[in-house]
């Protein structure tokens, strides 16, 4: 289902960054993503890690429906078409990361990258599957990693089917209990601090990472701390506008892009 890129004039950011789409994994919600790439337009695109999912593809065999192919055409279309795209790859598609510093298809594989942002600022952008051994993960989230994640998927998609029939827009189950146990949130607070104290530590203005399929923009310090969020759960994006703002979008059935986060820092 075509949402928005046939019903109005393209979104135009100077920059946008998505992370965890997760391609190639039978949760990734490459309809919205698909939408959501064929209705903006941005000077550069930051693909910030896990936009294939490799590690699902070796575990489970290979999953690769029609709307995955297209991401990939609509992403390298852009790149060959004066977007300038740059991928740093993440842990589910790390295999990647051997490419760091060569271009494929006009694409940029970094394996960290500086984005200057409009304003001035200087961002570090990295995936943020680099804490993981200072950032313990909860029993829970190591069960959601896995089968249990899988679960709450499998369910969400029959949630929504039902939401669907009653009018109501997408919903995700795993991010609803994510922001709701004690564990999670508190790994998420912690994995947030980590990464922002690398950013101090580097002596830049903020950083953009993905990993933990959370959006959010805060400032903690004297570092503005943003994460872009995934393409399973949220389906979120963050995206800069000409002036330098930061904002998240959210992208779903809803027929429109919803702002569920900004800051004008």
């Known amino acids: 289902m075509s949402i928005g890129a046939d019903m109005m004039p393209p979104h ?3 920059t946008v960054f998505i992370s965890d789409t997760h391609l190639g994994f039978r949760g990734a919600r490459a309809d919205f ?8 337009e941005a000077q550069t695109l930051y693909l910030v890690g896990d936009i294939v ?30 977007t300038r795209v740059v991928y740093v790859p993440g842990n589910h598609d790390e295999k990647f990361r051997e490419f760091a510093g060569s271009m494929i298809h006009n ?28 950032v313990k993960c909860s029993r ?31 919903w995700s189950l795993a991010a609803f ?36 399929h959370h959006a959010e923009i805060r400032r ?6 943003c994460n872009d969020g995934d393409w399973v759960e949220s389906c979120t994006a963050l995206v800069e506008d000409a002036r330098g703002t ?3 979008v959210h992208w779903s059935d809803a027929a429109q892009e919803v702002r569920i986060s900004a800051t004008a820092a």
């Open 12 to 14: 135009r950011y100077r």
């Open 220 to 225: 903690i310090g004297d570092v503005l701390y």
């Open 33 to 40: 993503l698909l939408d959501f790439l064929r209705s903006t």
């Open 107 to 134: 694409v940029e594989i970094e394996r960290q990258s500086i984005h200057r942002t409009a304003d001035g600022r200087r961002f570090l952008v990295m995936h943020g599957d680099e804490f993981d051994a200072a």
């Open 177 to 212: 209990l994510k922001h709701r146990v004690g564990n999670a949130v508190s790994y998420i607070q912690r994995f947030e601090e980590a990464v922002a104290r690398e950013a101090e530590k580097r002596g830049v203005d903020g950083i953009v990472a993905g990993h933990i």
């Open 246 to 248: 930061l904002e998240i």
């Open 140 to 170: 829970l989230l190591s069960a959601l990693g896995n089968h249990g994640y899988d679960f709450l998927l499998r369910t969400n998609r029959i949630v929504n089917a039902v939401r669907r029939e009653f009018g109501f827009p997408y």
């Open 53 to 82: 999912d490799v590690w699902e593809m070796e575990r489970r065999g290979l999953f690769w429906p029609r709307e995955h192919s297209q991401v990939l055409r609509e992403i390298v279309g852009k790149a060959e078409n004066g």
